[in-house]
């Protein structure tokens, strides 16, 4: 929603004023102690500090503390010291008061929380990396010890998302990007799922503005349709849960556009082809916990009776709750027109831990503590992924991630101890998620008294013994079948250590080599050596030396050294080449971009001005973003890439927004068909596709299994509009039934 800014002082302090009063009337209406004073005195004190500061949109900036305060109570469900930290956030980053300060006024709580929350200015990463990750990895240190100030972040977070418009493009990118990356699976796995499903929905209106758009309108435009058949499917439940006496309310879910845009992209479907759009939730209310899971199976009778259940989507996490705390019995029934709906059952209390979010409702809302809940034990992983002295940006994200967005298995010791790994998890991951040093000697397990390899895949149920070597060490080809954090940072810990020893003994052999010739051991002659032999590094290099793969002789010494003299000779001549020198200036001339406008591409000129990079190759039309490297050229990415995901986290002020300024027949496309096969469809197919739209086709690959048959088509083309009217034009065809880019 816009909001028009007042245009007097008066007018903007009773704006403030009013947005202040919302979030105590919020917090009045909550089930928490009142502590109104402390939280009267948290805003004073961030307004006072705050005073004359505005944010990008041009509001007045204590705005955004007492919004994410309000987020902080309305939508995680906590008091009074979360909202007076929520409210005091940006003060130590932003302002000239100190941790100190706040400790005074507030207490150490609060103080420590507001520390945790606070963005740090470097980072332990380098220059080239991302202070993000930097900053990730002090949110989740301090989460460790409160996890109130990681719901704060989330808060925080999702208020700066839902006013992203005010952002110039690149930062929108940038935000977005991290989002998507890292909060989105973050609120994901403490259980925040409205947070969750609003992050990513907002992250891909500012990545895929046109797809969001249309998806949005197809979901407005089927919205009564919709209501009918959701209606038409509870009645018969709605009259059973009546005849029992339950006291219960039945809510109509829609997917998120975010969530359909995925299923469309990875499943290579359309739209209508989504069947699980539809979903209905019941939720009853229950006062025995001793009945709640019975009564979730009688409410799932109800609707086994006049329903026919998909039978591969009975999900039972009434007996094992996710790792996130998440429970609820979740069935498929083939509702009205033969349309597939879920249905979760949820007695009230599950439902407000899927919403609020485990730790939220347990440990602050409530004040329960259990002994080991499963929140604990990620948090213990966490912590020894942080532990880690030497993490790279990158790799530091990616592992952490692993453990953020990962579907459960739960697997057993041979005593019979739980343990919940990700869907994925092999044999090396049980070993290192029991401990780490039966992890570095695991040299295969026993499943049901059959040996299997340490790579091998475990099922939910399996019960597994670990079979160890004190022989046995880490090797590179571990990471290919490792799917925790903790596996993966463990085995780069070691290989990273064992690295280190290796070059070091080959910088030694290098040394008394080059002491042996009466040459000095400078860096211009390990460079000359290191472009020789076409190594990536002087480190590879004494790594080879030390493991016996290269051996220095005199004699190749003096043949590199006569090479390198001719080459000197050959150089200096070209140098003195006027052409050459015109040249050279001119390349050093080049313009650094400017990252805070919007780059146009031309892809029709005869040279580009950006390099398209081989792992998604967008073409024209395609959400891209920019990505400048170190010689100021702009490398193009598709927005979705994986590639690109890592660039927007760990490398978001190299980001720069892109808009595409025209078109040139010169891309390449590969396009899927599927079908009923019949004789003549491939000359169909070809003519359509060369003849009538004058494409040129530039490879096909065909092949039938009885009826139905596959193509793969290669084509060349100048934008995407063109690739949309190449599958408009094939879907027409007889027997065709599916035509999609795939590349």
């Known amino acids: 929603m816009t909001q028009h800014l007042p245009?007097?002082?008066?007018?903007?302090?009773?704006?403030?004023?009013?947005?202040?009063?919302?979030?105590?009337?919020?917090?009045?209406?909550?089930?928490?102690?009142?502590?109104?004073?402390?939280?009267q005195r948290a805003y004073r004190f961030a307004k006072a500090a705050h005073s004359g500061t505005r944010r990008r949109s041009g509001e007045p900036y204590i705005l955004h503390p007492i919004a994410v305060a309000r987020i902080v109570v309305s939508e995680l469900g906590l008091g009074s010291t979360s909202i007076c930290a929520a409210l005091l956030h940006d003060v130590i980053e932003d302002t000239e008061f100190t941790r100190e300060d706040i400790e005074n006024s507030f207490g150490k709580k609060i103080a420590d929380i507001v520390e945790g929350l606070t963005k740090i200015s470097g980072g332990i990463f380098g220059d080239r990396a991302s202070i993000q990750a930097e900053n990730f990895r002090k949110l989740l240190l301090s989460m460790s010890s409160d996890i109130r100030v990681v719901l704060i972040k989330m808060a925080d977070r999702l208020h700066n998302m839902r006013t992203l418009g005010s952002m110039r493009p690149?930062?929108?990118?940038?935000?977005?990007?991290?989002?998507?990356?890292?909060?989105?699976?973050?609120?994901?796995?403490?259980?925040?799922?409205?947070?969750?499903?609003?992050?990513?929905?907002?992250?891909?209106?500012?990545?895929?503005?046109?797809?969001?758009e249309w998806i949005t309108s197809k979901l407005d435009q089927t919205a009564s349709h919709r209501e009918k058949i959701v209606e038409e499917f509870v009645k018969p439940v709605r009259e059973k849960l009546d005849e029992?006496?339950?006291?219960?309310?039945?809510?109509?879910?829609?997917?998120?556009?975010?969530?359909?845009?995925?299923?469309?992209?990875?499943?290579?479907?359309?739209?209508?082809?989504?069947?699980?759009?539809?979903?209905?939730?019941?939720?009853?209310?229950?006062?025995?916990?001793?009945?709640?899971?019975?009564?979730?199976w009688q409410i799932y009778t109800f609707f086994t009776d006049g329903h026919r259940i998909h039978p591969d989507r009975l999900r039972d996490w009434t007996s094992i709750p996710k790792a996130n705390g998440y429970r609820a019995l979740h069935l498929t029934a083939m509702?009205?027109?033969?349309?597939?709906?879920?249905?979760?059952?949820?007695?009230?209390?599950?439902?407000?831990?899927?919403?609020?979010?485990?730790?939220?409702?347990?440990?602050?809302?409530?004040?329960?503590?259990?002994?080991?809940?499963?929140?604990?034990?990620?948090?213990?992983?966490?912590?020894?992924?942080?532990?880690?002295?030497?993490?790279?940006?990158?790799?530091?994200?990616?592992?952490?991630?692993?453990?953020?967005?990962?579907?459960?298995?739960?697997?057993?010791?041979?005593?019979?101890?739980?343990?919940?790994?990700?869907?994925?998890?092999?044999?090396?991951?049980?070993?290192?998620?029991?401990?780490?040093?039966l992890g570095v000697t695991c040299m295969?397990?026993?499943?049901?008294?059959?040996?299997?390899?340490?790579?091998?895949?475990?099922?939910?149920?399996?019960?597994?013994?670990?079979?160890?070597?004190?022989?046995?060490?880490?090797?590179?080809?571990?990471?290919?079948?490792?799917?925790?954090?903790?596996?993966?940072?463990?085995?780069?810990?070691?290989?990273?250590?064992?690295?280190?020893?290796?070059?070091?003994?080959?910088?030694?052999?290098?040394?008394e080599f080059m002491e042996r010739q009466q040459l000095t051991p400078s860096n211009e002659t390990v460079t000359k050596i290191v472009a020789n032999y076409h190594l990536k590094s002087r480190e590879e290099l004494f790594i080879m030396l030390a493991n016996d793969e290269i051996n220095?002789?005199?004699?190749?010494?003096?043949?590199?050294?006569?090479?390198?003299?001719?080459?000197?000779?050959?150089?200096?001549?070209?140098?003195?080449?006027?052409?050459?020198?015109?040249?050279?200036?001119?390349?050093?001339?080049?313009?650094?971009?400017?990252?805070?406008?919007?780059?146009?591409?031309?892809?029709?000129?005869?040279?580009?001005?950006?390099?398209?990079?081989?792992?998604?190759?967008?073409?024209?039309?395609?959400?891209?973003?920019?990505?400048?490297?170190?010689?100021?050229?702009?490398?193009?990415?598709k927005v979705s890439c994986p590639n690109a995901?890592?660039?927007?986290?760990?490398?978001?002020?190299?980001?720069?927004?892109?808009?595409?300024?025209?078109?040139?027949?010169?891309?390449?496309?590969?396009?899927?068909?599927?079908?009923?096969?019949?004789?003549?469809?491939l000359e169909e197919i070809t003519s359509t596709v060369s003849n009538k739209l004058a494409i040129n086709i530039r490879g096909l690959n065909i092949a039938a299994k009885q009826e139905v048959f596959h193509c793969e088509l290669t084509v060349q083309i100048d934008n995407v509009e063109t690739v949309e009217t190449i599958c408009d034009s094939l879907k027409k065809i007889k027997g065709v039934k599916f035509a999609r880019r795939t590349s």
């Open 170 to 212: 690149e930062k929108q990118y940038k935000i977005a990007g991290e989002t998507l990356y890292v909060y989105a699976p973050l609120a994901h796995r403490l259980g925040l799922f409205k947070i969750k499903t609003e992050l990513e929905d907002l992250a891909f209106k500012y990545e895929h503005p046109q797809a969001y």
């Open 444 to 511: 295969a397990g026993k499943i049901n008294h059959k040996l299997v390899p340490l790579s091998h895949e475990l099922g939910s149920g399996d019960q597994v013994e670990i079979i160890t070597s004190e022989a046995q060490k880490p090797q590179p080809e571990w990471f290919r079948f490792c799917h925790t954090a903790k596996a993966q940072n463990r085995i780069r810990a070691i290989l990273r250590k064992d690295r280190k020893l290796l070059i070091a003994m080959g910088e030694k052999l290098f040394n």
């Open 244 to 296: 029992a006496g339950f006291k219960y309310e039945i809510k109509a879910r829609v997917k998120s556009a975010y969530s359909i845009f995925n299923k469309m992209e990875t499943k290579n479907v359309p739209f209508e082809e989504i069947y699980d759009i539809y979903a209905v939730r019941v939720i009853f209310e229950n006062d025995d916990d001793s009945q709640e899971k019975i009564r979730c």
């Open 7 to 39: 245009q007097s002082p008066q007018d903007e302090d009773r704006m403030v004023e009013e947005a202040f009063s919302g979030l105590l009337n919020a917090y009045l209406a909550s089930n928490h102690r009142k502590k109104v004073e402390i939280i």
């Open 645 to 681: 995901m890592r660039l927007k986290s760990a490398f978001g002020s190299r980001l720069v927004a892109t808009s595409w300024g025209g078109a040139a027949d010169k891309f390449i496309a590969t396009i899927s068909i599927d079908g009923i096969d019949r004789h003549g469809i």
């Open 335 to 437: 509702g009205p027109e033969g349309k597939w709906i879920e249905v979760q059952i949820r007695s009230r209390k599950m439902d407000e831990i899927a919403e609020l979010g485990y730790a939220a409702h347990w440990k602050y809302k409530i004040g329960v503590h259990e002994d080991e809940t499963e929140l604990d034990t990620w948090m213990n992983t966490i912590k020894d992924i942080l532990a880690n002295p030497e993490p790279n940006a990158i790799d530091f994200l990616d592992t952490i991630k692993l453990n953020l967005f990962s579907s459960e298995i739960y697997v057993f010791t041979p005593k019979g101890d739980l343990i919940t790994l990700p869907a994925g998890a092999t044999v090396l991951d049980m070993a290192f998620a029991i401990h780490s040093q």
């Open 552 to 637: 220095l002789s005199a004699k190749e010494m003096k043949e590199m050294k006569e090479m390198n003299k001719s080459r000197r000779s050959l150089m200096k001549k070209i140098l003195r080449n006027p052409f050459f020198s015109k040249k050279k200036n001119e390349a050093t001339k080049k313009e650094p971009i400017n990252r805070k406008e919007v780059y146009v591409l031309h892809p029709d000129d005869d040279e580009p001005n950006y390099r398209l990079d081989t792992c998604c190759s967008p073409i024209p039309g395609d959400d891209v973003l920019g990505f400048v490297d170190d010689d100021e050229n702009v490398v193009l990415h």
